[in-house]
């Protein structure tokens, strides 16, 4: 079978070429453009260079932006990788009782983040919600935590709900993971008499590394696409506490109607994606893919 | 507790710290899976039991008004735009890109490379990076607020991770398999017919259930390309009603519920399969 490029092929590649072009790479590529436009989306637009840069940075917005991703990025990571792995190595014994548990650790996993957001703000609604009258009965606080109208604590509990929302998936994947170490290994820790902890530490963390670093990627690239959890709840309030970058880039170019803002941070965002997506082929094992590619 | 023998590092007599794994694990169980309980349990109050009883509780008397007040209110109609706009995107994303994924496996080229470097690239592009373009975009093109507005930019953002997994799991069918084929003459499409898809069907299988959640649950898109209820998609509708019910939280959560029914039935019937798809190729 030969392995060049015919015309057969190249109308096989062409769908998916297309529909990537036209709906992916050149609205990239135009965004680039509308980062120079003082436009309101309808009316006519003004060529302005680079003021849009200028005052996103200029003004704070920008920066304030970045900051608040990273630290949702950061938070999400911490909240997320240690809980998932445990919940996965757990899960990947083979006691009945924890396939059972397991059935019901994933149901969290058939709701959309719009889904989960709307049941949860109606969780931590202050005063009479499910956790305030959980806190009530057992008499703890005041009863009347605004869990998500308090700017000091906003970020903080939203970076749980996402934790509560992604670590199912990150259990799944550990659980994949766990299961695939060899049992000779734990049989071999267990003749020289290891308790658990040793087990775990010396065993099953050193086998779970390419799990951890998948896992890891995905929560981090991931951490640039929560907006709908934060659009549902928050808003990006109170005041601008939420507003991590793809909220401000909707607030901005649809709310505010500046186009040209929007796309300034929109195009801060796609770096960010490519940089961090680069730091994928580079890590992760998708880098053997490629170079298997060349070997075909 | 009974232990599978099979286990070779698990006893059959349960050291006490297995006693601690399992009083962790339940309150895990606890954390995760009772935020969805108490959705369904104020889904079937009535507006007087929510506002009367005890939240944590199941209801006294449960009801089922709910959720035919959110049928009532049109539900059936943006279920079935979900439907329609997640099914052919699924169908359009997962052939677009098998038949890229059989050329980047089949072909040397360095254009073809290029493309498949490019659609790597494009893995971790966010949507919220090119939302605004679109926007301009399906608007120039006629297509705001109708469902194909919606379809089209959902399988440029499917294609990605669909092409990727495909190749991975193409590139493992062996060559001779491709070599046999090709002495017998057969074109490229009876090789996709009768080779590749019947191989590779566990994988088209997982990566549909993937794209087809991807789609379901996306709000972005519908959020900022549909405007009307005749184009409202089950996303939308969520915000739609708790917007409209604002007082009324066991109707929004009767929402939230019928939100996920594709795949709270796929759940109970194909655990398996859905688990899998929701890994992607993720788990590899």
């Given at each position: 079978?030969?392995t060049?490029?015919?015309?057969?092929?190249?109308?096989?590649?062409?769908?998916?070429?297309?529909?990537?072009?036209?709906?992916?790479?050149?609205?990239?590529?135009?965004?680039?453009?509308?980062?120079?436009?003082?436009?309101?989306?309808?009316?006519?637009?003004?060529?302005?260079?680079?003021?849009?840069?200028?005052?996103?940075?200029?003004?704070?917005?920008?920066?304030?932006?970045?900051?608040?991703?990273?630290?949702?990025?950061?938070?999400?990571?911490?909240?997320?990788?240690?809980?998932s792995?445990?919940i996965?190595?757990?899960?990947?014994?083979e006691q009945?009782?924890?396939?059972?548990?397991?059935?019901?650790?994933?149901?969290?996993?058939?709701?959309?983040?719009?889904?989960?957001?709307?049941?949860?703000?109606?969780?931590?609604?202050?005063?009479?919600?499910?956790?305030?009258?959980?806190?009530?009965?057992?008499?703890?606080?005041?009863?009347?935590?605004?869990?998500?109208?308090?700017?000091?604590?906003?970020?903080?509990?939203?970076?749980?709900?996402?934790?509560?929302?992604?670590?199912?998936?990150?259990?799944?994947?550990?659980?994949?993971?766990?299961?695939?170490?060899?049992?000779?290994?734990?049989?071999?820790?267990?003749?020289?008499?290891?308790?658990?902890?040793?087990?775990f530490?010396?065993?099953?963390?050193?086998?779970?590394?390419?799990?951890?670093?998948?896992?890891?990627?995905?929560?981090?690239?991931?951490?640039?696409?929560?907006?709908?959890?934060?659009?549902?709840?928050?808003?990006?309030?109170?005041?601008?506490?939420?507003?991590?970058?793809?909220?401000?880039?909707?607030?901005?170019?649809?709310?505010?109607?500046?186009?040209?803002?929007?796309?300034?941070?929109?195009?801060?965002?796609?770096?960010?994606?490519?940089v961090?997506?680069?730091?994928?082929?580079?890590?992760?094992?998708?880098?053997?893919?490629?170079s298997?590619?060349?070997?075909? | 507790?009974?232990?599978?023998?099979?286990?070779?590092?698990?006893?059959?007599?349960?050291?006490?710290?297995?006693?601690?794994?399992?009083?962790?694990?339940?309150?895990?169980?606890?954390?995760?899976?009772?935020?969805?309980l108490?959705?369904?349990?104020?889904?079937?109050?009535?507006?007087?039991?929510?506002?009367?009883?005890?939240?944590?509780?199941?209801?006294?008397?449960?009801?089922?008004?709910?959720?035919?007040?959110?049928?009532?209110?049109?539900?059936?109609?943006?279920?079935?735009?979900?439907?329609?706009?997640?099914?052919?995107?699924?169908?359009?994303?997962?052939?677009?890109s098998?038949?890229?994924?059989?050329?980047?496996?089949?072909?040397?080229?360095?254009?073809?490379?290029?493309?498949?470097?490019?659609?790597?690239?494009?893995?971790?592009?966010?949507?919220?990076?090119?939302?605004?373009?679109?926007?301009?975009?399906?608007?120039?093109?006629?297509?705001?607020?109708?469902?194909?507005?919606?379809?089209?930019?959902?399988?440029?953002?499917?294609?990605?991770?669909?092409?990727?997994?495909?190749?991975?799991?193409?590139?493992?069918?062996?060559?001779?398999?491709?070599?046999?084929?090709?002495?017998?003459?057969?074109?490229?499409?009876?090789?996709?017919?009768?080779?590749?898809?019947?191989?590779?069907?566990?994988?088209?299988?997982?990566?549909?259930?993937?794209?087809?959640?991807?789609?379901?649950?996306?709000?972005?898109?519908?959020?900022?390309?549909?405007?009307?209820s005749?184009?409202?998609?089950?996303?939308?509708?969520?915000?739609?009603?708790?917007?409209?019910?604002?007082?009324?939280?066991?109707?929004?959560?009767?929402?939230?519920?019928?939100?996920?029914l594709?795949?709270?039935?796929?759940?109970i019937?194909?655990?398996?399969?859905?688990?899998?798809g929701?890994?992607?190729?993720?788990?590899?």
């Amino acid at each position: 079978m030969q392995t060049g490029l015919n015309w057969k092929r190249v109308l096989m590649m062409l769908p998916a070429v297309l529909f990537f072009a036209f709906f992916a790479l050149i609205p990239l590529v135009t965004a680039v453009y509308y980062s120079g436009l003082s436009w309101n989306g309808i009316g006519p637009s003004q060529w302005v260079g680079v003021q849009n840069w200028t005052s996103v940075f200029q003004d704070g917005t920008a920066g304030h932006a970045i900051l608040l991703t990273v630290e949702i990025m950061v938070l999400s990571w911490i909240f997320q990788t240690p809980l998932s792995l445990l919940i996965g190595v757990f899960l990947a014994g083979e006691q009945k009782h924890r396939a059972v548990f397991g059935v019901f650790y994933f149901v969290p996993l058939l709701f959309s983040a719009v889904a989960i957001g709307v049941t949860w703000e109606n969780i931590l609604m202050p005063g009479y919600g499910l956790l305030d009258s959980l806190l009530q009965s057992v008499g703890i606080g005041s009863g009347e935590e605004n869990w998500l109208g308090n700017s000091r604590i906003a970020l903080v509990v939203l970076a749980m709900l996402i934790a509560w929302q992604f670590i199912p998936f990150h259990s799944l994947l550990y659980q994949g993971g766990a299961k695939q170490i060899p049992d000779s290994l734990y049989e071999a820790a267990k003749i020289d008499g290891a308790n658990p902890w040793t087990t775990f530490f010396s065993i099953t963390l050193p086998q779970l590394k390419y799990t951890i670093i998948t896992s890891s990627i995905l929560i981090l690239t991931g951490s640039l696409t929560y907006f709908d959890l934060i659009y549902v709840t928050t808003e990006g309030g109170p005041g601008n506490s939420t507003t991590i970058l793809p909220m401000d880039m909707y607030k901005e170019a649809f709310l505010d109607q500046s186009i040209g803002r929007g796309s300034v941070l929109a195009i801060i965002l796609a770096v960010a994606g490519v940089v961090l997506s680069l730091v994928i082929l580079r890590f992760s094992r998708f880098t053997q893919m490629e170079s298997q590619l060349e070997g075909v | 507790m009974p232990t599978s023998s099979s286990g070779l590092h698990r006893r059959a007599r349960s050291p006490w710290y297995n006693y601690l794994f399992t009083a962790l694990g339940a309150v895990w169980l606890l954390i995760a899976f009772y935020p969805v309980l108490y959705m369904l349990m104020t889904s079937l109050r009535s507006q007087q039991g929510f506002l009367l009883g005890t939240p944590w509780l199941p209801p006294l008397h449960p009801i089922l008004e709910n959720y035919l007040t959110v049928l009532q209110a049109g539900f059936a109609h943006y279920f079935w735009n979900s439907v329609v706009v997640s099914v052919v995107t699924v169908v359009l994303v997962v052939g677009c890109s098998l038949l890229l994924a059989y050329v980047i496996v089949r072909t040397r080229n360095r254009v073809v490379n290029v493309v498949f470097s490019v659609f790597l690239v494009g893995l971790s592009l966010p949507i919220q990076a090119a939302i605004i373009p679109i926007y301009v975009l399906i608007t120039k093109m006629g297509m705001y607020d109708k469902l194909i507005g919606l379809i089209l930019p959902s399988v440029a953002f499917g294609l990605p991770l669909t092409v990727l997994i495909l190749v991975n799991f193409v590139r493992d069918i062996p060559n001779e398999l491709y070599e046999s084929m090709g002495l017998d003459g057969a074109g490229e499409f009876t090789v996709l017919r009768h080779l590749v898809i019947p191989l590779a069907m566990p994988a088209l299988v997982s990566v549909s259930i993937y794209d087809f959640i991807q789609v379901w649950n996306n709000f972005l898109f519908p959020l900022v390309l549909t405007q009307s209820s005749a184009s409202r998609v089950v996303p939308l509708a969520i915000t739609s009603f708790q917007g409209q019910y604002t007082m009324n939280v066991p109707v929004t959560m009767a929402v939230v519920v019928l939100s996920a029914l594709p795949l709270i039935l796929a759940y109970i019937f194909g655990r398996r399969y859905l688990l899998r798809g929701l890994l992607a190729g993720f788990g590899k």
